[in-house]
């Protein structure tokens, strides 16, 4: 699958925290980083995401704050 969004980030799924109707899950991209994301459950059953698998997170932004 082909994507217009350049930022992606390949990582390994570290914990999936579900509420009730959305989770969050948080995906280790490597040297100490996390990146976390909120989906609906439907997401996570349709894809089948658990701890352990091989998961991409891909931003699509018009604007990126940065703070220092």
Partial sequence: MKL???NQLKGTVKEIKEGVVTA????????G???????????IESLGIKNGDEATAVIKATSVMVMA
């Fill in 4 to 6: 217009s969004a350049r």
């Fill in 33 to 43: 980083n996390m990146i976390s994301s909120i989906i609906s459950k439907d997401s």
């Fill in 24 to 31: 969050e899950i948080i995906i280790d991209i490597g040297g």
